[in-house]
């Protein structure tokens, strides 16, 4: 009897299952290979990009504004007050600006004044409880706090407490975009720390980062690959025959 040879039938259907899979298949393999060494990955933890994090969910502003003031930028983002990018004091916003007041920075942050010292030291809190009027923005001249109402401007001072009509000069510390990589250095610090690296990994082993049409896209490669290591056997042993 002849040797018996695999079908070119079999060959084909093993070569197209193979084709068919092979970018699913190359997803689980390499995060696979990440997971499995997760541990030892200093990146594991760090959150994601934030448009990766916008992805799934998460709420960030496309951009950030600001305010500079003696070289340094003033922003509020989620309640807190950035002083360039270090995570300074809570604000609850929205800021309404920010005034060289030497020897102080005075920021604005909704009904209240924050009274900053050099080396981001908070000095003080100023609310209406001290005498702070309703202001919509703030701003000065030559270290004079100004404070814009809905139909006046009025001097006031942090010292005194005391607030009078003001009708000199003034400028508004008006907000501008921040510079891109110090609103990049921002904006991963606010997406929360369950969106990190390991999680996006684990989704994408799994197909969870398509959905659940994406976790049966990678149930079916991981079927069709058990399928494959079958074929390929069969064929293999026809060969030796």
């Given at each position: ?19 068919a899979?092979?970018?699913p298949v ?7 290979v990440l997971?499995?060494?997760?541990e030892?990955?200093?990146?594991a933890?760090?959150p994601l ?8 969910g ?16 003033y ?6 007050l ?27 942050c ?9 080396g981001?030291?908070?000095v ?12 919509v923005?703030l ?24 607030s009078?009509p ?11 975009r ?6 990049k ?11 990190n ?9 799994a ?11 990678m ?9 494959l ?9 026809r060969t030796?025959?």
């Open positions: 009897m002849g040797t018996r040879k695999p079908t070119r039938q079999w060959r084909r259907w093993h070569r197209w299952l193979g084709l899979v092979a970018i190359l997803v689980l393999s390499v995060t696979g997971l499995n060494h997760i030892s990955l200093s990146w933890s760090r990009p934030p448009a990766v994090a916008r992805w799934y998460a709420v960030l502003p496309e951009t950030l504004q600001g305010v500079s003031v003696k070289g340094n930028w922003t509020q983002l989620e309640e807190r950035f002083i360039n990018d270090t995570n300074a004091f809570y604000c609850k916003g929205p800021l309404k600006g920010v005034v060289d007041a030497a020897p102080l920075i005075v920021a604005g909704a009904d209240e004044l924050l009274l900053i010292a050099e981001y030291q908070l003080e809190r100023i609310g209406p409880a001290y005498g702070l009027p309703g202001y923005q701003g000065g001249h030559e270290g004079v706090l100004v404070l814009r109402q809905p139909e006046a401007l009025v001097r006031f001072d942090v010292n005194q407490l005391v009078v003001y009708s000199g000069p003034w400028q508004a510390a008006d907000l501008a921040l510079p891109a990589e110090l609103e250095a921002i904006l991963r610090q606010s997406v929360p720390e369950s969106l690296w390991q999680r996006f990994l684990q989704d994408l082993h197909g969870r980062i398509l959905g659940f049409a994406g976790q049966l896209m149930d079916l490669a991981a079927l069709v690959l058990a399928i290591a079958v074929t390929g056997s069969i064929i293999w042993a030796r025959r």
